[in-house]
């Protein structure tokens, strides 16, 4: 599996952050309380839902969002030469969970038990 791009609106501490992996070692350096952790476990969030979470549902929107403002995790990789696309979610007060699946260009998954059967 090779990571393409991780984008994150309202996860954990990241009002909107997008970041584009190179080919190759990844080192991801910064100080105490940055976010290094946030971006592993919003990768992992992304493949494998609340069980990959450190907190529950309700310690995974960030802190100054407004209420009922959408987390959002897409997840862009390659694994056996096909391109996936993958978007997990959390919307409204109650924070329903969603979550889609494309690969090679095709949905594949559209929901979060779609997604977790084929991930």
Same mark, same amino acid.
């Given at each position: ?93 109650? =924070? ?20 977790? =059967?084929?991930?």
């Amino acid at each position: 599996m090779r990571l393409v791009s991780l984008s994150l609106k309202n996860y954990r501490r990241f009002k909107e952050a997008f970041i584009e992996f190179p080919d190759g070692v990844i080192g991801i350096v910064g100080l105490n309380g940055a976010g290094k952790s946030t971006l592993i476990e919003a990768i992992a969030w992304a493949l494998y839902g609340s069980i990959a979470a450190r907190t529950d549902k309700e310690g995974i929107r960030r802190t100054n969002a407004p209420l009922g403002s959408a987390v959002e995790v897409t997840l862009e990789f390659e694994l056996g030469g096909t391109a996936f696309k993958l978007l997990r979610t959390l919307r409204g007060s109650g =924070q329903s969970g969603d979550a889609r699946l494309w690969g090679g260009g095709k949905l594949i998954a559209d929901s979060v038990r779609g997604v977790d =059967q084929e991930v």
